[in-house]
């Protein structure tokens, strides 16, 4: 038995509260809430009371703490740099969560300060291990869709949102918000580097001054496409995950999976393009048959497309049960056993990089 990591949690509130504390719960013998952060009193009271920990209001204090050895970041998007700095700085380790900062040339900032205490920096993409995600990359990589030249991601609501995360200021807007989450998905789902890319951002039901409507899409140097769509604004939304493969297609609505696909065990038979010329319903096969001799192209006796009938095998599954908290169980590993952390450093600047790309030259650049 090792001891508990002793955790300084910074920011008490929808994500610091909500999540990160509601994830801990189980993993006591893991992880020990030892102090606090915030800059709402009423919110270090709380976690006093729960966790019987020290607090304090100032975020430098904390650092500070000699019995904090992990500084779990959850405050505002605009003060994760600063925030993760200091603390790498203070020789602690990093949980950060996302977005790990505001800007890919901020995210470079980040990563060169990680290079000089190796090993300390933790980010929570805790959506890689979303089940409905596994679920698809399994279906994928099994081969019954064929290949795969075509992925489409959509996360639909209307929202008329007005908190600080419809302000640009503070980090605000769905590039931030769900984009680094469907934008990592989407690099993972291309599977080769990104060779071109597309995007269009609008405001539509959201106030404040950020995007609360993105259209990415990126093409891979494999010829694949993912489009990925993440909306405030889109009233009747679209299923969260649609697949296109040469021998069969997926979509995924909340914890069901629609496969439809050729049988495997069928082998289909072989064509080739037919230059003949279909006869149209007012056309008795005899009489144009009869001419096909003045154009020299031998007519066919069926309507245009082919007339087989496809072995399609089509099923509605459940996803498999899973949970993304096991990145918590990861940082341990990592922490304590010196295993590798499944999300990359350079896997989450590339998502930066992404995400920059699509708002530049926009009036919602940074």
Not at 147 to 174: C, M, P, S
């Amino acid at each position: 038995m090792t001891e508990p990591i002793k955790i300084g949690m910074a920011g008490i509130g929808r994500a610091g509260w909500g999540m990160h504390c509601e994830e801990l719960k189980g993993r006591e013998a893991q992880f020990q809430i030892v102090a606090a952060c915030d800059l709402i009193p009423l919110r270090c009271e709380k976690m006093a009371e729960r966790y019987q920990c020290r607090t304090t209001l100032k975020i430098d204090e904390l650092v500070k703490m000699p019995e904090v050895e992990l500084v779990d970041i959850a405050t505002r998007s605009n003060d994760h740099l600063a925030h993760a700095v200091l603390a790498l700085e203070a020789g602690k380790y990093v949980y950060l969560e996302k977005p790990i900062c505001l800007s890919y040339t901020d995210a470079l900032r980040l990563a060169a300060v990680a290079e000089k205490h190796p090993g300390r920096l933790f980010i929570r993409q805790n959506r890689r291990f979303d089940p409905d995600f596994i679920h698809v990359q399994e279906i994928i990589a099994s081969g019954i869709l064929g290949e795969v030249y075509e992925i489409r991601l959509a996360r639909h609501n209307f929202q008329r949102r007005d908190d600080w995360q419809t302000i640009k200021e503070f980090g605000g807007g769905q590039l931030l918000n769900w984009g680094p989450h469907i934008v990592d998905h989407a690099l993972r789902f291309l599977e080769s580097p990104v060779e071109s890319m597309f995007s269009d951002l609008k405001q539509i039901a959201a106030v404040g001054d950020a995007e609360d409507h993105i259209k990415i899409v990126l093409r891979g140097s494999n010829g694949r496409l993912v489009d990925l769509e993440i909306s405030g604004g889109v009233a009747l939304g679209a299923p969260t995950y649609r697949v296109f493969g040469t021998r069969g297609s997926l979509a995924l609505t909340g914890r069901e999976i629609h496969l439809k696909y050729l049988d495997p065990a069928q082998p289909l038979k072989p064509r080739k393009a037919d230059p003949g010329t279909p006869e149209s319903n007012d056309e008795p096969w005899h009489v144009i048959n009869a001419q096909k001799g003045a154009t020299g192209i031998t007519p066919r006796k069926n309507a245009f497309g082919p007339s087989e009938t496809l072995p399609w095998i089509e099923t509605k599954i459940p996803v498999k049960a899973g949970s993304n908290t096991v990145l918590w169980d990861h940082l341990h590993a990592a922490i304590r056993e010196g295993k590798p952390f499944p999300i990359r450093l350079d896997e989450v600047l590339e998502v930066m990089r992404v995400i920059s790309a699509a708002r530049k030259g926009t009036r919602f650049d940074l």
